[in-house]
């Protein structure tokens, strides 16, 4: 059985940075993607970004472009998204995904997605 535990989550300071984790466990198929999502209060669940695991290609949407960074560690079977200067409106509950559609699609349509992390809370204050 696959499952996707995120870790990493906090307190930050606007401006400042976090690094959260995703270690996932369980997959038989390989080439999967793992996605990273957040969800605010009151607002629907958000793709941010998404890896491969055959070939480390990334997407990252719009508004952290510049900001965030995704990568993988194969042998830990981990995803990190680091997030660095971070703003209030970053603020949401973030989890990770995985699927094995084409990272673009898993990430902006959340198309494919099989399994989902049960989350961890960014806080940001300004």
């Known amino acids: 059985e696959v499952q996707l535990v995120e870790s990493g989550g906090g307190l930050v300071q606007a401006g400042g940075s976090l690094r959260l984790s995703c270690a996932a466990s369980?997959?038989?198929?390989?080439?999967?993607?793992i996605g990273w999502f957040r969800q605010a209060p009151g607002k629907e669940r958000e793709g941010v970004s998404c890896i491969r695991s055959s070939d480390g290609s990334t997407y990252y949407a719009d508004d952290v472009k510049g900001r965030f960074t995704i990568s993988s560690d194969n042998a830990k079977n981990t995803v990190y998204l680091q997030m660095n200067s971070l703003k209030p409106e970053d603020m949401a509950v973030y989890y990770c995904?995985?699927?094995?559609?084409?990272?673009?699609?898993?990430?902006?349509?959340?198309?494919?997605?099989?399994?989902w992390g049960k989350g961890t809370l960014v806080t940001v204050s300004s």
């Open positions: 369980g997959f038989t198929r390989g080439d999967f993607a």
């Open positions: 995904a995985a699927g094995w559609s084409p990272c673009t699609a898993l990430a902006r349509r959340k198309y494919g997605i099989t399994y």
